[in-house]
T-cell receptor, first 112, second 113 residues
């Protein structure tokens, strides 16, 4: 079945450490997105990518980085510059403009 | 610019009662509107979408929503709540292009037996 796979499900970060969240899709979608979800704040866009080797900052990109070397993959790195990384992170993809996004099951990141 | 307002961060209904979750949007161009449902520690699942055409949209699990341009609303309804409907619901608007899908802050639905 086609879908989006996020891994790991749970992730713990030590102070000063960079961590990378994986997102893979087999839907053949061009566009991919990363959102951060905090209680009571809905979904906030971190980065998005419309095509391979191109990506754009969203509303809260500071402290995060991404790459898009393959159509299927859009990993997110949470750097040590992100001082409040504890959140639920959601990856999504979209095949065409105006069509709904498909979401992965999320990664919950916590600080040790 | 676009925005979404979901009235009521928490809604409680009795099992078998009508479910009404409110969503108002703003958009400078004709909008595309979506409702998603999220269960704890899971991703978002599409309930229904409005793109063009019929303004009453039917979705999965017995939910439906009506696009009312004059009221800039896209409220979600279900005639009879089931215990399995307890979840968080998000309204979203897209005004074109890949970039921006704006989400509301979500409404947590509690179903009381």
């Amino acid at each position: 079945d086609g879908g989006i796979t996020q891994s790991p499900k749970y992730l713990f970060r030590k102070e000063g450490q960079n961590v990378t969240l994986s997102c893979e899709q087999n839907l053949n979608h061009d566009a991919m997105y990363w959102y951060r979800q905090d209680p009571g704040q809905g979904l906030r866009l971190i980065y998005y990518s419309q095509i391979v080797n191109d990506f754009q900052k969203g509303d809260i990109a500071e402290g995060y980085s991404v790459s898009r070397e393959k159509k299927e993959s859009f990993p997110l790195t949470v750097t040590s510059a992100q001082k409040n990384p504890t959140a639920f992170y959601l990856c999504a993809s979209r095949g065409q403009e105006h069509q709904p996004q498909h979401f992965g099951d999320g990664t919950r990141l916590s600080i040790l | 610019a676009q925005s979404v307002t979901q009235l009521g961060s928490h809604v409680s209904v009795s099992e078998g009662a009508l479910v009404l979750l409110r969503c108002n949007y703003s958009s400078s161009v004709p909008p595309y509107l979506f409702w998603y449902v999220q269960y704890p520690n899971q991703g978002l699942q599409l309930l229904l979408k409005y793109t063009t055409g019929a303004t009453l949209v039917k979705g999965i699990n017995g939910f439906e929503a009506e696009f009312k341009k004059s009221e800039t609303s896209f409220h979600l309804t279900k005639p009879s709540a089931h215990m399995s409907d307890a979840a968080e619901y998000f309204c979203a608007v897209s005004s074109g292009g890949y970039q921006k899908v704006t989400f509301g802050i979500g409404t947590k639905l509690q179903v009381i037996p």
